[in-house]
């Protein structure tokens, strides 16, 4: 909204005056890193103010969070603590994003269509839980099918609707970016790609979810992951830095970066609330929400491979309750003492806060080296 207020309206109408220092200063609304910094201060805010409101509205209601009774024993005493706190972040991402992104811009309107729905799907999720009183709500078949069905609609926009490349973008080999059918060695056109980005956006929103059982742990790894996601998004977009990384350029998918400054920003806004100890949890409304989110900008921007990189503590978790299953089926051994995998660590005696903490270092450690990664090619 702003870009065409300030910038496609007041300062082409004024442009006649451009020794005027007024509207030289409307010009940087043109400017995606300008914008993308206010999408994040704005959603930070949002966050931040609403918070409290938002709070104080779930206790009223009496939404509270309902703790699995197989889970550590000492996290009993969260019961009741607020949830569906994800609401918030969902909210300030699509209000930032609708404020400072370009409107005309499809790939703005999948991120935030796909955010959308997977956050009503934990949105369900929660409602159920809270409704039956117990951990449980939707069944894995229910949930299975809602992310699905988001995932086969991202498809269909990207296939009906865009020239997307069907090509599989693989780190550290730059041939694998040429997008042309008949000469990319990693085309795997359309059709195959289907069961690709459902892989994708079901394993992210997934693996967000799992992590999310301690306080500040989710949100935390979350804004880190943004902030690199942010970066990658960028220069994806920037026809200079693409050609010269190796990337696969579309220059429409510059403006995604703006709506990756609203997710790291509202993230931050939201552990705010978060942190140990906790006054809300984002609940699956918030956890599959960011998901979706993570996973379709990666597949937006062709960064798929490059997301086990980025969100590797999403992904140590979500294989910890794979190998967890897996061991426990096969031999009736388990490998972890629980799982998610920060389960562990507390049954060992570690205290919640120097797991998350520990956790977040390790997420640093992982963008760090997913960024790095960009003049490797």
Request: aromatic share 14%; with cysteine.
């Amino acid at each position: 909204m702003f870009y065409y207020l300030f910038y496609e309206w007041l300062y082409r109408s004024l442009q006649a005056h451009e020794e005027s220092y007024f509207v030289k200063a409307l010009n940087v609304f043109q400017y995606i890193t300008f914008r993308t910094a206010y999408a994040a201060v704005t959603a930070l805010l949002l966050s931040l103010l609403l918070g409290k409101p938002v709070i104080r509205w779930l206790r009223e209601w009496n939404i509270g969070q309902q703790i699995r009774q197989e889970g550590p024993q000492w996290h009993m005493s969260k019961r009741n603590t607020p949830t569906m706190g994800g609401v918030l972040i969902v909210g300030s991402v699509l209000v930032s994003t609708l404020l400072w992104g370009r409107l005309d811009n499809l790939y703005v309107w999948v991120a935030l269509g796909a955010t959308t729905l997977f956050a009503a799907i934990g949105f369900l999720d929660d409602y159920l839980k809270i409704k039956r009183q117990q951990s449980l709500g939707l069944t894995g078949r229910q949930k299975l099918l809602g992310q699905l069905f988001v995932a086969a609609l991202v498809w269909a926009v990207l296939y009906f609707c865009t020239e997307y490349a069907w090509n599989v973008n693989v780190p550290f080999f730059k041939a694998t970016a040429d997008p042309n059918p008949r000469t990319s060695i990693s085309y795997i056109g359309p059709y195959l790609y289907l069961p690709f980005i459902a892989l994708v956006l079901l394993g992210t929103s997934n693996a967000v979810n799992l992590t999310d059982g301690l306080d500040g742990l989710a949100i935390s790894v979350t804004f880190i992951a943004m902030a690199a996601l942010t970066a990658f998004t960028y220069v994806t977009g920037h026809a200079r830095f693409a050609n010269y990384l190796g990337l696969t350029h579309r220059p429409e998918i510059a403006e995604l970066t703006v709506f990756c400054g609203a997710m790291a920003g509202a993230s931050l806004g939201f552990l705010w609330y978060n942190a140990p100890p906790a006054e809300v949890f984002m609940g699956d409304v918030g956890s599959l929400a960011i998901g979706g989110a993570i996973g379709t900008v990666a597949v937006l921007t062709k960064q798929e491979f490059m997301l086990l990189m980025v969100g590797g503590v999403f992904v140590i978790e979500a294989l910890s309750v794979m190998l967890q299953v897996f061991s426990f089926k096969m031999t009736r051994r388990r490998i972890f003492k629980m799982a998610p995998l920060h389960h562990h660590f507390e049954m060992l005696g570690w205290r919640e806060s120097k797991v998350v903490f520990r956790f977040l270092i390790l997420a640093i450690l992982f963008a760090l080296l997913s960024l790095s990664t960009l003049k490797l090619r």
